[in-house]
């Protein structure tokens, strides 16, 4: 069959020639790729019963699981587009994400049933609420009969929110190609980059509302493996699904890895399944990857890239990984992929030269949903500017030395610091304030908040991060709160938020974590 280039050809393929072999394991139940298809077909059948056209949006809040992948290719099925919420986010960012994408349909799972109460009666454009784990009734007599398959590589697959400087998060739109171009690809030239097969058992670590979930995920199904569900991160649970379900494949962001190295019964657990673990999300100190790689004992692969290029543009390989001078860098483009580095001019810099990192991507995203000047702002000429800081070196390797946007990366989340210093000065008691990321060994970097009180009035740390809870997700939260008479600023009144930086990053080569 030929090589699939949507969602819904990925699932079609594998029902198509392997209909009894397993596509998803999820706790004690096995879901074959056939039974994953007829499921699938149902409810494509009963959103367009339902008056969902190509287009829609429709959204999905709840831990991943059998249910929420059988949702996803019946969305994609429908035409439609697949809106993945991040449960650990407060109702109103949750809200303004639903009323952005002008959400029609919402499929909650049962522990956020109250939340897909709230959000229905705050949302005038949703009409109606699933839910996920209960859909009998809702599907109703819908058929299982294979739904007309109308979807092209250039439709949106998926509408992904992305935080942004602004302090209002954007929905990157990504094309059905976005999930398997880089792979088409290397599948073109030979490459067999981590060796994918049907016999694989991949690991979906994590979660299915971030790109490298939702990617990883496609690329397991893709490659006709057989799928790990993992409900909510855990380590003793990877560690137990690992040896249970005997996974080869795994991915995972590092604060992830180093968790499941800190386990213990991580010594006693069975790994000798296992024979790649991809991580990214952000940089691993030396000393963590070191530990994973004694630890794991098999071969690491670390990829690069944004929710708007896609995921993965870049990889150091395993191969890579056998050298230790290479560690630090985020590896070589794919086959297909472009990365150039340029200075504030748009000029393409030499090797050695520091700049933004820039990448041409089949996988690249189409757009931000109804943000015309972002978009052109950062897709110019087919690249997408990141926004990361750094280099190329002689021999075509990524190194990126620090961002030139604000961005933290926290456990694999990342955190816009407009958004938590808007709550912030939302408190009586604050003048104005400045949040950084600050290094932290655990999780790569944590959230700081800087603070100016106003005259005659005072505040706790422990009071404003009280005031902050629920406004903003928890993983947002500032770690810590310094109180400061002023904040450091140019002759112009510029914030200088590298001065409030230096402290913390003295010493190190790179000003990410």
């Given at each position: 069959?030929?090589?699939?280039?949507?969602?819904p050809?990925?699932?079609?393929?594998q029902?198509?020639?392997?209909?009894?072999a397993?596509?998803?394991l999820?706790?004690?139940?096995r879901?074959?790729y056939?039974?994953l298809?007829r499921?699938?077909?149902r409810?494509?059948?009963?959103?367009?019963?339902?008056?969902?056209r190509?287009?829609?949006?429709?959204a999905?809040?709840?831990?991943?699981?059998?249910?929420?992948w059988?949702v996803v290719?019946?969305i994609a099925?429908?035409?439609a587009?697949?809106?993945?919420?991040n449960?650990?986010?407060?109702?109103?960012e949750?809200?303004?994400?639903?009323?952005?994408a002008?959400?029609?349909v919402?499929?909650?799972?049962?522990?956020?049933?109250?939340?897909?109460?709230?959000?229905?009666?705050?949302?005038?454009?949703?009409?109606?609420?699933?839910?996920l784990?209960?859909?009998?009734?809702?599907?109703?007599?819908?058929?299982?009969?294979?739904f007309?398959?109308?979807?092209?590589s250039?439709?949106v697959?998926v509408?992904m929110?992305?935080?942004?400087?602004?302090?209002?998060p954007?929905?990157?739109?990504?094309?059905h190609?976005?999930?398997?171009?880089?792979?088409?690809?290397?599948?073109?030239?030979?490459?067999p980059?981590?060796?994918?097969s049907s016999?694989?058992?991949?690991?979906?670590g994590i979660?299915?509302?971030?790109?490298?979930?939702?990617?990883w995920?496609?690329?397991g199904f893709?490659?006709?493996?057989?799928?790990v569900?993992?409900?909510?991160?855990?380590?003793?649970?990877?560690?137990?699904?690992?040896?249970?379900?005997?996974v080869?494949?795994?991915?995972?962001v590092?604060?992830?890895?180093?968790?499941?190295v800190?386990?213990?019964?991580?010594?006693?657990?069975?790994f000798?399944?296992?024979?790649?673990?991809?991580y990214?999300?952000?940089?691993i100190p030396?000393?963590?990857?070191e530990?994973a790689?004694?630890?794991?004992g098999?071969?690491?692969?670390?990829?690069?890239?944004?929710?708007?290029t896609g995921?993965?543009?870049?990889?150091?390989?395993?191969?890579?990984?056998?050298?230790?001078?290479?560690?630090?860098?985020?590896?070589?483009?794919?086959?297909?992929?472009t990365?150039?580095v340029?200075?504030a001019?748009?000029?393409?810099?030499?090797p050695r030269a520091i700049?933004?990192?820039?990448i041409?991507?089949?996988?690249?995203?189409?757009?931000?949903?109804?943000?015309?000047?972002?978009t052109?702002?950062?897709l110019?000429?087919?690249?997408?500017?990141?926004?990361?800081?750094?280099?190329l070196?002689?021999?075509?390797?990524?190194?990126?030395?620090?961002r030139q946007?604000?961005m933290?990366?926290?456990?694999g989340e990342n955190?816009?610091?407009?958004?938590?210093?808007?709550?912030?000065?939302?408190?009586?008691?604050v003048?104005?304030a400045?949040?950084?990321g600050?290094?932290?060994?655990?999780?790569?970097?944590?959230?700081?908040?800087i603070?100016?009180v106003?005259?005659?009035m005072?505040?706790?740390?422990a009071?404003?991060?009280?005031?902050a809870?629920?406004r903003?997700?928890?993983?947002?939260?500032?770690?810590?709160?310094?109180?400061?008479?002023?904040l450091?600023?140019?002759?112009?009144?510029k914030?200088?938020k590298?001065v409030?930086?230096?402290?913390f990053?003295t010493?190190r080569?790179?000003?990410v974590?």
């Amino acid at each position: 069959m030929p090589e699939p280039t949507t969602m819904p050809q990925i699932l079609a393929r594998q029902a198509a020639l392997r209909p009894e072999a397993t596509a998803l394991l999820d706790g004690e139940r096995r879901v074959g790729y056939g039974e994953l298809a007829r499921a699938a077909d149902r409810v494509a059948h009963a959103l367009r019963r339902d008056g969902v056209r190509p287009g829609a949006r429709i959204a999905i809040l709840d831990h991943d699981s059998a249910e929420l992948w059988t949702v996803v290719f019946g969305i994609a099925k429908a035409g439609a587009v697949v809106v993945g919420l991040n449960w650990r986010l407060a109702i109103d960012e949750l809200e303004f994400q639903l009323a952005d994408a002008e959400v029609q349909v919402l499929f909650v799972g049962p522990e956020f049933a109250a939340k897909g109460d709230t959000l229905r009666a705050r949302c005038p454009a949703l009409r109606q609420v699933v839910a996920l784990r209960e859909s009998a009734a809702w599907l109703g007599d819908a058929p299982a009969s294979p739904f007309p398959d109308a979807v092209g590589s250039e439709d949106v697959a998926v509408q992904m929110y992305t935080s942004g400087t602004t302090g209002k998060p954007k929905g990157v739109m990504l094309a059905h190609r976005s999930f398997v171009a880089v792979v088409a690809g290397m599948r073109a030239v030979g490459d067999p980059w981590i060796g994918w097969s049907s016999a694989d058992v991949s690991l979906m670590g994590i979660p299915s509302f971030h790109i490298g979930g939702m990617w990883w995920a496609m690329t397991g199904f893709n490659a006709g493996a057989a799928n790990v569900v993992v409900p909510v991160f855990a380590g003793w649970r990877v560690l137990a699904a690992i040896a249970r379900h005997r996974v080869t494949k795994a991915c995972m962001v590092p604060a992830m890895l180093q968790v499941c190295v800190s386990e213990p019964d991580c010594a006693s657990t069975d790994f000798s399944s296992l024979r790649t673990i991809v991580y990214g999300g952000s940089p691993i100190p030396r000393p963590n990857l070191e530990a994973a790689m004694r630890v794991f004992g098999c071969g690491f692969a670390q990829i690069y890239g944004l929710t708007e290029t896609g995921n993965t543009a870049v990889c150091l390989r395993p191969d890579d990984h056998r050298r230790p001078e290479l560690w630090e860098a985020a590896g070589r483009p794919y086959p297909g992929v472009t990365v150039k580095v340029v200075d504030a001019a748009g000029n393409v810099l030499p090797p050695r030269a520091i700049g933004e990192i820039c990448i041409r991507s089949p996988a690249n995203m189409l757009g931000y949903w109804r943000r015309e000047e972002a978009t052109a702002a950062t897709l110019r000429d087919g690249f997408v500017h990141t926004g990361d800081a750094g280099f190329l070196d002689d021999e075509g390797y990524v190194h990126v030395c620090d961002r030139q946007k604000d961005m933290i990366c926290t456990a694999g989340e990342n955190v816009y610091p407009a958004e938590v210093e808007s709550v912030l000065c939302a408190h009586p008691a604050v003048q104005e304030a400045a949040v950084i990321g600050v290094p932290d060994e655990r999780w790569g970097e944590v959230v700081k908040a800087i603070v100016v009180v106003r005259a005659g009035m005072a505040a706790t740390a422990a009071e404003l991060l009280a005031f902050a809870r629920g406004r903003i997700a928890d993983f947002k939260l500032p770690r810590s709160v310094d109180f400061v008479s002023s904040l450091p600023r140019t002759p112009s009144g510029k914030l200088q938020k590298h001065v409030l930086r230096e402290p913390f990053w003295t010493g190190r080569s790179r000003r990410v974590n």
